[in-house]
């Protein structure tokens, strides 16, 4: 059912943990859905630093959330916002369709935690433009957004 | 995963079980040399016809009903479906109304809410919060338009037991026909159709170290039900299709064998899963053992884990070689976890963090220490990354 990728992923996650002096922390999902994740992180001169994650879910959502905090790392803010989630599904070697939603989290909780820093610091969060994978037609991975 | 212990450890048999060698010893022949058509005339095919009429009077002698009264099928989804369907059809005329209860396999809840399509009307019975139906509340839900009452024997996720008996009495004291689905139940509860006063009855060979795609429904004589599957005249008419003849030979043997000694199994069954949820209990804080907790099937352990999510714990235990189950959403691909678990009252969090371990003829004491040994490392990896676990839950690292 998952490729290799998403297992070695998943039973070896790196970044795993809170990051107590966080300059942005983003969290997604509810205790309802089964799916909550956690991204910290660390900017420094709109670059990000360290990235961590805590998740409460699935062995996707476990990668998914562990791939992004790793892809993020090194990367301006806006290049972490322009992480999408078909490049986390990618660099999973891809998800089973039922899992797909768990790298749309991912990709939210990234974005929720620049915004967190963003508010942190003054500036205007950036908006979400429709989602790619369903263009805003309802791909049943937003359930926020009815 | 190469760098961890691969033995396998199966601790899923409530999914399915092996098939004990007493069994496949008894189907051989039918594959070969047995290989009629147990409906030809000539006498060559008087062999099949043989093993199929001697498995009708295993099934039979199991649970006290008469050879007549069992009819073969593909297994216990389709002994669902046919009591549910078949006697909904066969009794519209005196009414469309069916009781059943909410933790049902989803062979009677599908079922049931398909009917509901077709105009007829269902009772979900609640449960406690140890999974059992009160006897009284199906009283309740008779009305003069019943039908059918259908409560499981035992449940699959959490093995509570049912009592079937009372189920059965209250039913027949309103003239209502009494269906159970006893598919988890055979070999673990001593059944007798005429005590429990039963008259559809499902059941299902691989459940108890028989074949797959062989089961029966058990019909008293004289219920009034249609037929689901229509054709030739196997089955005195009732089903259709050539008989799985090795397959019906090898469920015959196989609840012979489950049947013979269930006290002495049952003991010995416990013994072994109260030891692994007694340790289990004993190693992982903030753990809730779901089901009842003497009404329950001996193999039957289910667990809560808070903070953590089931089809992950599931993952971690098969890449040390365990097999397990869970009744979280995560791992058949919907949003909502176990009907089960949420019927009991647990809160989503928990239901998502289920773990069912059941227990069999092949688990050995080293089996149980084995889980022993590698739960709590399991759960204690997931509650390392889970943003819901407290730092009074978190388990020690061994290294």
């Not at chain 2, 509650?383 to 978190?394: E, G, H, M, V």
Request: charged content about 25%.
């Amino acid at each position: 059912m998952y490729t290799e990728k998403v297992i070695t992923e998943f039973t070896n996650p790196q970044y795993v943990g809170e990051l107590a002096d966080a300059d942005g922390v983003g969290e997604v999902g509810s205790p309802t859905c089964g799916d909550i994740m956690r991204i910290y992180l660390k900017v420094e001169e709109d670059r990000i630093v360290d990235a961590r994650f805590q998740t409460f879910g699935c062995a996707a959502a476990i990668a998914s959330s562990s791939m992004a905090t790793r892809m993020i790392r090194d990367l301006s803010l806006s290049e972490a916002w322009d992480l999408s989630n078909a490049d986390v599904v990618d660099a999973l070697g891809g998800l089973p369709a039922g899992k797909v939603h768990c790298s749309v989290l991912a990709r939210d909780a990234v974005r929720a935690a620049i915004n967190d820093y963003r508010t942190r610091r003054g500036l205007e969060p950036w908006e979400a433009g429709p989602c790619e994978c369903c263009g805003g037609a309802g791909c049943g991975s937003h359930p926020e957004n009815g | 995963m190469n760098d961890l212990d691969p033995r396998p450890v199966y601790m899923d048999h409530a999914a399915t079980t092996f098939m004990k060698p007493e069994v496949i010893a008894a189907m051989a022949p039918y594959f070969s040399e047995h290989f009629g058509n147990p409906s030809s005339l000539y006498r060559f095919a008087a062999e099949s016809r043989q093993g199929v009429e001697t498995a009708r009077r295993q099934v039979a002698a199991a649970i006290g009903a008469n050879p007549g009264e069992i009819n073969f099928c593909a297994g216990g989804s389709e002994a669902d479906n046919w009591a549910i369907k078949g006697v909904a059809l066969a009794n519209r005329e005196r009414g469309n109304h069916i009781v059943t209860s909410a933790i049902e396999h989803h062979a009677v809840l599908h079922t049931c809410e398909w009917l509901e399509r077709q105009g007829f009307s269902v009772t979900y019975l609640p449960v406690d919060e140890f999974g059992r139906v009160d006897p009284a509340d199906v009283e309740e839900a008779i009305t003069d338009r019943t039908t059918l009452v259908s409560v499981m024997a035992a449940n699959n996720e959490i093995g509570t037991i049912q009592p079937v008996a009372e189920i059965g009495r209250v039913a027949h004291d309103h003239g209502v026909l009494f269906h159970t689905d006893a598919v988890q139940a055979v070999g673990a509860v001593p059944i007798d159709v005429e005590r429990m006063e039963i008259d559809l009855l499902s059941l299902s060979g691989h459940k108890f170290y028989g074949p797959k795609g062989a089961g029966a429904l058990y019909i008293r004589e004289g219920t009034r039900i249609e037929s689901l599957i229509h054709g030739g005249g196997q089955e005195r008419g009732r089903r259709a299709g050539t008989e799985n003849v090795p397959g019906i030979v090898g469920f015959g043997r196989a609840i012979e064998l489950a049947t013979a000694d269930i006290e002495g199994h049952n003991r010995c069954i416990a013994a072994m899963r109260d030891r692994l949820v007694r340790g289990i209990l004993a190693s992982i804080p903030d753990t809730r053992v779901n089901g009842h907790p003497k009404e329950r099937l001996a193999n039957n352990a289910n667990f809560s884990f808070r903070y953590v999510e089931g089809e992950s714990i599931l993952l971690l235990l098969d890449a040390h070689g365990i097999c397990a189950s869970t009744g979280s959403a995560c791992s058949s691909g919907s949003s909502e976890p176990s009907h089960v678990l949420l019927a009991i009252g647990l809160p989503h969090e928990e239901a998502h963090g289920s773990l069912r371990l059941t227990l069999g003829d092949a688990n050995t004491e080293d089996d149980v220490d084995y889980v022993l040994e590698v739960l709590p490392e399991v759960i204690g990896r997931l509650r390392k990354i889970s943003p819901l676990t407290p730092s009074c839950a978190r388990i020690p690292e061994v290294d």
